[in-house]
């Protein structure tokens, strides 16, 4: 079985930095793609940030420049940095990967930044 197990996360003014991990289990970490999305009440879940096995990143164009995504392969855990943190990045952080064509998420971590 495929476990996210998501921490991090909490309460920060406007400007405060939070980071998100998510440590996976049941999976070959180091060959999969783990991605980092985020869905507000009634809205859709976007994708924020994705880091392949070969360590490549991409990143919505709301989050460049201020989040990371970085991963450690040793601890099967991808991490996602927010810097410089707005109202508007308040919302739900889920973690993600796929195994064939199943995916897996994470049971969602709540951030939110205060003005």
């Known amino acids: 079985q495929v476990y996210l197990v998501q921490s991090g996360g909490g309460s920060v003014q406007a400007g405060g930095s939070l980071r998100l991990s998510c440590a996976a289990s049941?999976?070959?970490?180091?060959?999969?793609?783990m991605k980092w999305y985020r869905q507000a009440p009634g809205e859709e879940r976007d994708l924020v940030a994705e880091i392949t096995s070969s360590g490549t990143t991409t990143y919505t164009d709301s989050v460049k420049g201020r989040f990371t995504i970085s991963r450690n392969n040793d601890r099967n855990t991808v991490y996602l940095q927010m810097n410089s943190l707005k109202p508007e990045d308040t919302t739900v952080y889920y973690c993600s990967t796929h195994k064939g064509p199943t995916v897996f998420w994470g049971k969602g971590t709540l951030v939110t930044v205060s003005s």
């Open positions: 049941g999976i070959n970490f180091k060959i999969h793609t």
